[in-house]
């Protein structure tokens, strides 16, 4: 197998002298060229495994630079390097396409494991492994993904870690929001720091600025001892705000300000307590539409919304479903001291056609089943059909799941029967279903409706369903 190649297009100085000798250490094959123009057609020429070019060109602008190789190879590993490192230009080149971007002075350490990464990822892309081999060279601080979108997001988490204080993590329900911002805390300046968590669907809302800020004594009924909130917990560190779309008015105005300027009011106190806390916000919901229907701020949004982290749901991740699948395999049979070792062909095509509405959750849970009902070492097609999701109802019957059946199910159940529910009864009758299915507690059901408990609860009161509810099941959650 040939030596992997890297061209450096940078000029003669400290930088690259480092950069040579590091490179020559991990194992590649170096060329080396002083400027934009001559760097090009060196690419040209012979196109190199990775490219490691510099922002600060003496005769054409890096990012001119990277968008021209791009454009003629889409697939290229390239590294970016610059003595005048901003926010910009780091999303800038992200956007274009770069796996890697540094600031000098450059750490050698850091320099040497970013090379022998790139060197392991070239000799990587010349070995072709089974899918269960592969699946353990692609975890990056819990998620797995070598599918094109899931490369740029872990690119734009080693790049923004270290620079962020706040952040919007975007996505459906059960793509793994928490994980990324996990990543965010764990790859920047506070990773020895705490990482407090909050889920804003499941606090009452009359409690949300006590949790947030805390109180003193006395400032409401109940409030026997002042309480510190997670803000001054999480001082020094990072909060998480999990579906931050749920808070109400009023914490949203005074969460902007504790953000803006640094400090907590508690609850029933007039003196401000100064806090240094990264914030980082998940939501599965459009914040934008929320800002235009008035239910969210739109300055809140835009102060959160400084570094976008968009986590792509399952379907268009697809190249993934496999390494996750024997990912969550292996964890399930050591957990059940059971000697599984793969999976089937059957049962891996049964996996890459699935709807997964629930995303990497939902994957995960099919998988942990399908282990329990495995009898030999491998899961089988008939293990993974048994523990697929039932077909979904729907307002003609049942709906079969899959990514090339559903849409022609609805549209025939549709033109056979022109006599229309109206939506209302649809809804209800739906949440009934979830109800039951869940013996009638409201928390399993918001789960399976895939909504927050607090949405469901606005569900029941605008379809006058409470009093039926609490007739069915007294008590339940």
């Known amino acids: 197998m040939s030596t992997p190649t890297l061209l450096i297009i940078q000029p003669a100085g400290p930088t690259r002298d480092l950069v040579c000798a590091t490179a020559?250490?991990?194992?590649?094959?170096?060329?080396?060229?002083?400027?934009?123009?001559?760097g090009l057609a060196a690419f040209r020429q012979r196109p190199p495994d990775v490219l490691l070019a510099s922002l600060d060109l003496l005769d054409m602008d890096g990012l001119t630079l990277v968008t021209t190789v791009r454009e003629e190879a889409p697939d290229l590993s390239m590294v970016l390097v610059t003595a005048r490192a901003s926010v910009e230009s780091a999303v800038a080149a992200i956007r274009l396409g770069?796996?890697?971007?540094?600031?000098?002075?450059?750490?050698?350490?850091?320099?040497?494991?970013?090379?022998?990464?790139?060197?392991?990822?070239?000799l990587r892309r010349r070995v072709r492994l089974f899918p269960a081999e592969r699946s353990t060279g692609v975890s990056f601080h819990g998620m797995i993904g070598r599918s094109v979108p899931m490369q740029k997001l872990f690119r734009m988490l080693r790049t923004m870690a270290p620079h962020v204080r706040?952040?919007?993590?975007?996505?459906?329900?059960?793509?793994?929001?928490?994980?990324?911002?996990?990543?965010?805390?764990?790859?920047?300046?506070?990773?020895?720091?705490?990482?407090?968590?909050?889920?804003?669907?499941?606090?009452?809302?009359?409690?949300?600025?006590?949790?947030?800020?805390?109180?003193?004594?006395?400032?409401?009924?109940?409030?026997?001892?002042?309480?510190s909130g997670l803000f001054e917990l999480a001082d020094g560190g990072t909060l998480f705000l999990d579906?931050?779309?749920?808070?109400?008015?009023?914490?949203?105005?005074?969460?902007?300000?504790?953000?803006?300027?640094?400090?907590?009011?508690?609850?029933?106190?007039?003196?401000?307590?100064?806090?240094?806390?990264?914030?980082?916000?998940?939501?599965?919901?459009?914040?934008?539409?929320?800002?235009d229907a008035g239910r969210f701020r739109r300055d809140l949004f835009y102060r959160l919304n400084v570094i976008d982290m968009h986590v792509p749901p399952l379907r268009d991740r697809r190249d993934d479903i496999v390494y996750l699948a024997n990912a969550f395999m292996r964890t399930t049979a050591t957990r059940l001291a059971k000697p599984l070792n793969g999976l089937t062909a059957g049962?891996?095509?049964?996996?890459?056609?699935?709807?997964?509405?629930?995303?990497?959750?939902?994957?995960?849970?099919?998988?942990?089943?399908?282990?329990?009902?495995?009898?030999?070492?491998?899961v089988?097609?008939?293990?993974?059909?048994?523990?697929?999701?039932?077909?979904?109802?729907?307002?003609?019957?049942?709906?079969?799941?899959?990514?090339?059946?559903?849409?022609?199910?609805?549209?025939?159940?549709?033109?056979?029967?022109?006599?229309?529910?109206?939506?209302?009864?649809?809804?209800?009758?739906?949440?009934?279903?979830?109800?039951?299915h869940a013996a009638n507690n409201k928390k399993k059901a918001a789960t399976l409706l895939g909504i927050s408990r607090r949405a469901l609860y606005r569900k029941l009161e605008r379809l006058d369903l409470g009093v039926?509810?609490?007739r069915r099941g007294k008590g339940a959650a």
Not at 98 to 122: N, Q
Request: with cysteine; hydrophobic share 40%.
């Open 347 to 378: 049962a891996e095509r049964l996996l890459q056609e699935a709807d997964w509405l629930g995303n990497v959750r939902e994957l995960r849970n099919v998988i942990e089943r399908a282990c329990l009902m495995a009898e030999g070492r491998l």
């Open 98 to 122: 770069v796996h890697d971007y540094l600031r000098e002075p450059l750490d050698a350490v850091t320099l040497r494991g970013l090379l022998s990464d790139r060197v392991d990822d070239a």
């Open 24 to 38: 020559e250490g991990v194992g590649f094959a170096v060329h080396v060229c002083g400027t934009g123009i001559e």
């Open 166 to 227: 706040t952040a919007l993590v975007s996505g459906e329900t059960g793509t793994g929001k928490e994980l990324v911002a996990r990543a965010l805390h764990q790859l920047g300046p506070r990773a020895d720091r705490r990482f407090v968590v909050i889920n804003c669907s499941a606090v009452v809302e009359t409690l949300f600025e006590s949790e947030l800020f805390g109180h003193v004594r006395g400032a409401f009924t109940g409030a026997t001892e002042s309480k």
């Open 243 to 291: 579906e931050v779309g749920e808070l109400p008015p009023g914490v949203q105005a005074k969460l902007l300000r504790t953000i803006e300027f640094g400090e907590v009011h508690r609850v029933g106190s007039l003196e401000p307590r100064k806090v240094d806390v990264q914030v980082i916000a998940a939501t599965n919901r459009d914040l934008e539409v929320e800002c």
């Open 380 to 436: 089988g097609e008939m293990d993974v059909k048994a523990s697929l999701p039932s077909p979904r109802p729907s307002a003609h019957g049942f709906v079969p799941r899959g990514p090339h059946t559903a849409p022609r199910a609805v549209a025939a159940a549709t033109e056979a029967d022109d006599d229309l529910e109206p939506l209302s009864d649809v809804e209800r009758e739906h949440i009934m279903r979830a109800l039951q």
């Open 468 to 470: 039926t509810i609490a």
